[in-house]
T-cell receptor, first 114, second 113 residues
């Protein structure tokens, strides 16, 4: 049963600390997306990759967020330093990169920054 | 600039009745739309989609209607069941052949027994 795996599921940290979220996309998918769920914006796109190359990270605050895909089985989203306003649920999703293709989401990483 | 909008944050209906969830979009270039369903502590999952060449797509109890002139789509659930209680997101592809989806803010549906 192929699925997107995200770690950690829950993270509580202090303001100023570094946070790294990890994602294992579904094998064979060539696109990987990072979304953040907020009450006001819904599912907000932060960054995405095709064939491990970053295509667009314009949704991320560049000064503190970074997204990488060191290999085909791992995508990371890092926040340094974290701030209370970063508290949200972060989702990773993968797909085949077609407009008519659905995305498959992980269960999310709930981040709380105190 | 919110290109996909769901203006109703929540909806409550009685079991067995119809649920209608609405979505508006601003970009007339969008040619495909999807609905996702999300339960608490889970990721969103694909529910149903529609191409702009159609005005209706049906899958069991779920039907999506598209009104291109009004830039409006709706998801109908008939009959509604308590297990349908979830957050529903509508989405549209953001640019050609990237697979990127632009999502609305979501509508929380509560179906009361």
């Amino acid at each position: 049963d192929a699925r997107v795996t995200q770690t950690p599921r829950d993270k509580v940290t202090e303001m100023g600390q570094e946070v790294t979220m990890r994602c294992q996309p579904i094998l064979g998918h060539n696109t990987v997306f990072w979304y953040r769920q907020t009450m006001m914006q819904g599912l907000e796109l932060l960054a995405y990759f095709r064939n491990r190359a970053p295509l667009d990270d314009s949704g991320m605050p560049k000064d503190r967020f970074s997204a990488e895909m060191p290999d085909a089985t791992l995508a990371t989203l890092k926040i340094q330093p974290s701030e209370p306003r970063d508290s949200a649920v972060y989702f990773c999703a993968s797909g085949w990169g077609r407009n008519t293709g659905e995305l498959f989401f992980g269960e999310g990483s709930r981040l709380t920054v105190l | 600039d919110q290109q996909v909008k769901q203006n109703s944050p929540s909806l409550s209906v009685q079991e067995g009745r119809i649920s209608i969830l609405n979505c508006d979009y601003t970009n007339s270039m969008f040619d495909y739309f999807l609905w996702y369903k999300k339960y608490p502590a889970e990721g969103p999952t694909f529910l149903i989609s529609i191409s702009s060449i159609k005005d209706k797509n049906e899958d069991g109890r779920f039907t999506v209607f598209l009104n291109k002139s009004a830039k409006h789509l709706s998801l109908h659930i008939v009959p509604s069941q308590p297990g349908d209680s979830a957050v529903y997101f509508c989405a549209a592809p953001g640019s050609s052949n990237t697979g990127k989806l632009i999502f609305g803010q979501g509508t929380t549906l509560q179906v009361k027994p």
